[in-house]
């Protein structure tokens, strides 16, 4: 079993007094800066002078300088700008700028343990990844609650990079509900993994083919939707909150009775397959290789398949759905 850290076992004072340099702006930077200054931390925002953040993370209250000057200051480095820019902002900007004893933390392992950030031997190296988007990690911390986080130390230069993370996650508020301890390798490649063959990937196509299925039998598109998206919303929330055996005791028994006799049948050993060859993409680095590949040579391919899945008619009665719900305007 894994060790889970809470409060009680974590020492905030080890990173009081140190100057906390968050380098990005957007959800998770937003969200981390507030709840460590709220934790009675020194955080400042390092950002392009050009980008759009730099004016609102000044009427948060933060001082703001230019990435370079961020990191010179800065004690504790928060990498939190997008995964494919990182490297980019880290050799221009981070790089030149980190001496000694300093100590780098992402919030997730990509470019670490694929090797596109190659970090010098004198400083710490760490990872604290809330499990969830920023405004939630915020709504949770003012609630006087939190989420749940992963730690990882890749370097410890210091002998104390495992105390330095513990003492973020509890700045976040993550130590509230609980913190895991992983390593960089074990984060970046289940969480490729999960996307691809169930958060994002296998979910899209599954809803895909529910919907294009019911169609295809003659129900009508806006009655497939309901069927096949809106409500997976539901049961998802039903897992989420109760777990699978509770959300099928919350579900009828005509439900329950079909969902496990023929979902084993739609979901087979096939899929498992296909499944374990993607997972083998991302652990060997190809997934890795391919993505950033295709990142450099401006992502085509990533806007051919957006524009495929704008044009599904899911997609078209999608939005007449949401309208009637409240949820889109328009």
């Not at 080890?14 to 930077?29: D, P, R």
């Not at 609630?143 to 890749?154: D, K, Q």
């Not at 049948?265 to 899929?271: F, L």
Request: net charge negative.
């Amino acid at each position: 079993m894994v060790k889970i850290y809470f409060d009680k076992d974590v020492n905030l004072d080890v990173i009081k007094g140190e100057t906390i340099a968050v380098i990005g702006y957007g959800s998770q930077g937003r969200a981390q800066a507030m709840n460590m200054r709220d934790s009675g931390l020194n955080v400042i925002v390092g950002l392009r002078p050009e980008g759009a953040s730099w004016e609102r993370a000044r009427l948060d209250g933060f001082k703001v300088y230019p990435i370079d000057e961020a990191v010179k200051i800065g004690d504790i480095i928060f990498m939190l700008v997008p995964d494919m820019i990182q490297p980019d902002i880290y050799k221009k900007y981070i790089e030149p700028n980190l001496s000694e004893g300093k100590v780098l933390d992402f919030a997730h392992g990509f470019n670490i343990h694929f090797g596109q950030i190659i970090p010098p031997k004198n400083i710490d190296v760490i990872m604290v990844a809330p499990k969830a988007p920023g405004p939630r990690l915020r709504e949770t911390f003012l609630s006087g609650f939190g989420v749940p986080a992963l730690i990882a130390v890749y370097q410890d230069y210091s002998g104390r990079a495992r105390e330095i993370a513990l003492a973020i996650a509890k700045a976040l508020g993550c130590t509230r509900a609980g913190v895991i301890e992983t390593t960089f390798k074990d984060e970046t490649e289940s969480d490729l993994i999960g996307e691809q063959t169930v958060l994002v990937g296998g979910l899209i196509e599954l809803i895909k083919k529910g919907f294009e299925v019911l169609v295809e039998c003659g129900y009508p598109p806006e009655l497939a939707y309901f069927e096949a998206c809106n409500e997976a919303k539901l049961i998802m929330d039903l897992i989420y909150e109760k777990g699978i055996v509770g959300m099928l005791k919350a579900v009828s028994e005509t439900a329950r009775y079909g969902g496990l006799t023929v979902g084993p049948k739609v979901i087979d050993e096939h899929v498992k397959e296909n499944m374990r060859r993607a997972a083998l993409r991302v652990r060997s680095g190809e997934f890795a290789k391919e993505w950033i590949n295709e990142f450099k040579s401006g992502g085509e391919n990533l806007k051919r398949l957006l524009k495929e899945i704008e044009e599904h008619p899911i997609e078209k009665v999608g939005s007449l759905i949401r309208r009637m719900s409240g949820l889109e305007r328009g």
